[in-house]
Structure formats: structure tokens, C-alpha cells
């Protein structure tokens, strides 16, 4: 783990483990079996972060960080290594994990060690973290809150409603530094009672999502011109 923050430590330290292969004359080994380029990325991931496997409070949610595994073959008496990759345009995306909830979400690595989610059957991966780190904080930071309360409450909201939370002393917004990069920004209130995501899309488009640890709190938030807000982690609808 490489200058990771005290939360995401606390995160990894709970998960589960599984050994995986580290050593470098191994995985270079596996990587060329299967015709793959040995990515310094790739090399730093597996030695790192592989074998990883957490889930984020109580819920579902949650990665196994994954890339190259492997099995004795009684036949060869040998091992054989498991690796898998996509090229798209000349660069190799690897996959390195796996979403708990959903077996058809996971996530690749490039060469500059940048994070991507992909879903089978589709063509073009998407952008999610800068780098491994990043993305480990982000789910950390939903840990957190998690650990603290099973259930929260989210809405979708615009750029007034955050320029008008921003200004409110009542909430005193924080940056959460070390979850932001050029994928997504994280803040939170002074109380833990409010997180919100920016998350930014590579074609300029933005998601923008405040949790609320209570349904009357994200009332009061929009000044009760909410319409409907839905339930995190467990879906549910909430009408107003």
C-alpha cells in the first residue's frame, strides 16, 4: 500500500485476503505466457493491491482486486498463470477487478496505471480514477460513511445547489483531497451527516449526487423542493 490515507488503510486492513503471485520473475513469466506486455503499471498493481478483496460497510458493495492468478498443473507439475487483457488502439487494458454486486462490472488498468470500469459486451472502457490509489480512496470514503450509517439517502442536484451549500455555515464543506482527481470530487459536511460526488465523464458531462443521512435531512437540503430521492445502498424510492 503506497501513500494511501488512514481511512483507506482502515478499509484494506478489514478485507480479505487471498495470495496471489508477487514475485517478479513469475509475473513477468505469466505475463509473456499469454503474449501480454509486462506494463510497470501492471507489475506495481499485482505486487501492491492483488489478492485484495473488501466490501464497503455491510453492504454488497465492493471489489476483489485481481490480475494475474495461479494453478499447479499435475500434468506439466508446473503452474500454469492466468491474465486477462483487451487491446484497444495499441494499448492493453487489464483487467484487475471485480465488482461483488454485479459479476458483469469490472475494472481495467492501462499502461499509466489509470483505472477504468467496462462491462461486458461493450466496446470502449470509461474512466473512473487516476490511479489505483484514487480509486481505493473513493470507495473508502463510502466506507466510511457506511461503517457509520447502513442507509443513507442520495438525490441528483445542480451547481446552485451546491454553490448555496458551500456558502451555508451550517454545513462548512470539506474537500475530501485525497478521493479527488481529474475523474471526480468528494466533499462532506463538518457533522459526517452529508457526502457529496461530482463525478466527471470524459465527453464533459458530470454526475452529481448528495448523500443524506436521513430522508429529512436531504428534504432540508433542497428546501423541500425535492421531488424524489432514492435509497443507498438499498434501493428504495422516496416520494415527497
Keep these: 500500500m503506497c501513500n494511501l490515507s488512514t481511512r483507506a488503510i482502515d478499509m484494506l486492513n478489514k478485507s480479505k485476503k487471498q495470495k496471489v503471485p508477487k514475485d517478479d520473475e513469475v509475473l513477468f513469466k505469466g505475463l509473456k505466457n499469454n503474449g501480454y506486455p509486462a506494463y510497470d503499471s501492471v507489475l506495481r498493481f499485482q505486487?501492491?493491491?492483488?489478492?485484495?478483496?473488501?466490501?464497503?460497510?455491510?453492504?454488497?458493495?465492493?471489489?476483489?482486486?485481481?490480475m494475474i492468478s495461479s494453478q499447479f498443473n499435475p500434468r506439466t507439475m508446473d503452474y500454469d498463470y492466468y491474465v486477462d487483457a483487451e487491446e484497444i488502439d495499441g494499448e492493453y487494458y487489464f483487467v484487475c477487478a471485480t465488482y461483488h454486486y454485479n459479476e458483469s462490472i469490472y475494472m481495467v488498468i492501462d499502461s499509466k496505471g489509470r483505472i477504468y470500469g467496462k462491462e461486458y459486451n461493450d466496446n470502449k472502457p470509461y474512466l473512473l480514477a487516476d490511479s489505483i490509489e484514487k480509486f481505493i480512496e473513493k470507495d473508502a470514503v463510502k466506507n466510511y460513511f457506511l461503517e457509520k450509517q447502513s442507509q443513507w439517502a442520495r438525490a441528483s442536484f445542480e451547481d446552485s445547489n451546491l454553490n448555496e451549500w458551500k456558502a451555508s455555515k451550517e454545513y462548512s464543506l470539506i474537500k475530501i483531497d485525497e478521493a479527488c482527481d481529474s475523474c471526480s470530487t468528494y466533499l462532506k459536511d463538518k457533522n459526517d451527516e452529508i457526502f457529496l460526488t461530482v463525478k466527471r465523464y470524459e465527453d464533459g458531462t458530470e454526475n452529481k449526487i448528495v448523500y443524506a443521512s436521513s430522508v429529512e435531512l436531504i428534504k432540508k437540503l433542497f428546501r423541500d423542493k425535492l421531488k424524489v430521492a432514492v435509497g443507498y445502498p438499498i434501493y428504495e424510492i422516496y416520494k415527497f
Design 47 to 66: 505486487k501492491l493491491y492483488a489478492g485484495i478483496s473488501y466490501r464497503l460497510g455491510k453492504s454488497n458493495e465492493g471489489f476483489s482486486l485481481e
